[in-house]
């Protein structure tokens, strides 16, 4: 167990449609990641956020937003849902989130995304 | 941008030693190795980090060349459990650059063990 949780395990839903993925780092860490992995692109860095702000942007589409809050807790909302979207979204946490340092991340279990 | 390249996959047997290679021949000054292992259905784990020579833990080793434009991820003795996909990351550690580039995971290299 990393300590990581993320909120829901499975997530089911239609195209056109939006969801909010949830997920709270570890106790003391500031900084959040979140990823996307689908079974043709790999593992995708989408953000990062530190202790409420923008860090670092990845490949996220405009589609896609994500905000941590003053607890630090951090969701993911996905909108628009296209059938491409099915995939496992990650959420990771490190203790600070320097700019540019390669922390270690504790990813959590993942959300399963299938947009039928 | 340091891009990584590794094998798609290696297979070996149980109880051998197990090397995975990755090339980063854009490697800069303050750039880190990390490796991480994932199985299946599960976010990545942390296995080791180094910047050059030779790094050792519990779980692996970490083998980097005084051009540091590869590293190798050892393995000793592997177990059908080791059987996981293995990334390599390179990151930057100061305010000149890194963000996203240190975050790259790819495909990795899918490592299977067989009895």
């Known amino acids: 167990d990393s300590g990581v949780t993320q909120t829901p395990k499975h997530l089911i839903t239609a195209t056109g449609q939006r969801v909010t993925l949830r997920c709270s780092p570890r106790?003391?860490?500031?900084?959040v990641y979140w990823y996307q992995q689908s079974l043709d692109q790999g593992l995708q860095f989408l953000i990062q956020?530190?202790?409420?702000?923008?860090?670092a942007k990845g490949n996220i589409l405009e589609r896609f937003s994500a905000q941590q809050f003053p607890d630090l807790h951090s969701e993911l909302n996905l909108s628009s849902l296209e059938l491409g979207d099915s995939a496992l979204y990650f959420c990771?946490?490190?203790?600070?989130?320097?700019?540019?340092?390669?922390?270690?991340?504790?990813f959590g279990p993942g959300t399963r995304l299938l947009v039928l | 941008l340091a891009k990584t390249t590794q094998p798609i996959s290696m297979d070996s047997y149980e109880g051998q030693e197990v090397n995975i290679t990755c090339s980063h021949n854009n490697i800069a000054t303050n750039d880190y190795i990390t490796w991480y292992q994932q199985f299946p259905s599960q976010g990545p784990r942390f296995i080791i980090q180094g910047y050059k020579t030779k790094v050792t833990n519990e779980v692996a080793s970490l083998f980097i060349p005084a051009d540091r434009k590869s590293s190798t991820l050892s393995l000793p003795r592997v177990s059908l459990s080791d059987t996981a996909v293995y990334y390599c990351?390179?990151?930057?550690?100061?305010?000149?650059?890194?963000?996203?580039?240190?975050?790259?995971f790819g495909k990795g290299t899918h490592l299977i063990i067989q009895p």
């Open positions: 956020y530190y202790n409420g702000e923008e860090r």
């Open positions: 990771a946490s490190s203790v600070l989130g320097r700019k540019g340092v390669q922390e270690t991340q504790y």
């Open positions: 106790s003391g860490d500031l900084s």
């Open positions: 990351l390179v990151g930057d550690l100061g305010e000149s650059g890194g963000g996203a580039d240190g975050l790259t």
